[in-house]
Every structure is written in structure tokens, then in C-alpha cells.
Nanobody, 120 residues
Framework: QVQLVESGGGLVQPGGSLRLSCAAS????????MAWYHQAPGKERELVAR???????NYADSVKGRFTISRDNAKNTVYLQMNSLKPDDTAVYFC??????????????WGHGTQVTVSS
């Protein structure tokens, strides 16, 4: 059993900052990658940022230069530093982890989601 626990969401003014965190726990051998997705009203869920175990990162075009993803492998925790927030960043943000088992199989797990609201 694997659980992802998120924190850091809330309401912020345009131009402000938030830092999201997501900690994975349970029957984990290792984690290949962790990522943040979001889903805004009227939109499909989409990838925001992803980071692999060796530190390689990938960002959606809409957040490049504003958001930074980082990872603490020892704590199985991923962070999303969000700066220069815009109203269209408003969404539910979901944490995702690609978990490696001893059998070498890999499974994806989702967090519960946390609301980020950027007021205008």
C-alpha cells in the first residue's frame, strides 16, 4: 500500500507564491519519478512538472520560468515552488509517483489533490 500526502495549497493573490509538498509512504522500494498535475474548471487534467530520481525535470510550457519542481529522495517527497502566480493557475493540483517494487514492476499512485486558488 502506498499513500501520497499533499500540503501547501490555499488562496493567494496574483503575483504571489505557494509551495506544495507531497510525501510518499508505504511499501516502497524506490521511486523513479514524481510529478504534479493540475485540473482547472472546464479543462482536462494535465502535467505541470515532473522530476526523475536523477534530477531530470520537465515542465509544461505554461509554467516554465515560474514554477520549480524539486525532490528529496531520502524523504520520498516532491515539492512544487510556484512563483508569479496567475488566476489561470487556479486548479486542483495532484501529486503522482511512479513506484518501483522489488519485483521490478512499476505502478503509478495518485495523491488526493489540493486546491490552489489565485484570486483576481
Amino acid at each position: 500500500q502506498v499513500q501520497l500526502v499533499e500540503s501547501g495549497g490555499g488562496l493567494v493573490q496574483p503575483g504571489g507564491s505557494l509551495r506544495l509538498s507531497c510525501a510518499a509512504s508505504g511499501s516502497i522500494s524506490s521511486i523513479n519519478a514524481m510529478a504534479w498535475y493540475h485540473q482547472a474548471p472546464g479543462k482536462e487534467r494535465e502535467l505541470v512538472a515532473r522530476i526523475t530520481s536523477d534530477g531530470s525535470t520537465n515542465y509544461a510550457d505554461s509554467v516554465k520560468g515560474r514554477f520549480t519542481i524539486s525532490r528529496d529522495n531520502a524523504k520520498n517527497t516532491v515539492y512544487l515552488q510556484m512563483n508569479s502566480l496567475k488566476p489561470d493557475d487556479t486548479a486542483v493540483y495532484f501529486c503522482h509517483a511512479e513506484v518501483v517494487l522489488i519485483s521490478r514492476a512499476t505502478f503509478g499512485f495518485w495523491g488526493h489533490g489540493t486546491q490552489v486558488t489565485v484570486s483576481s
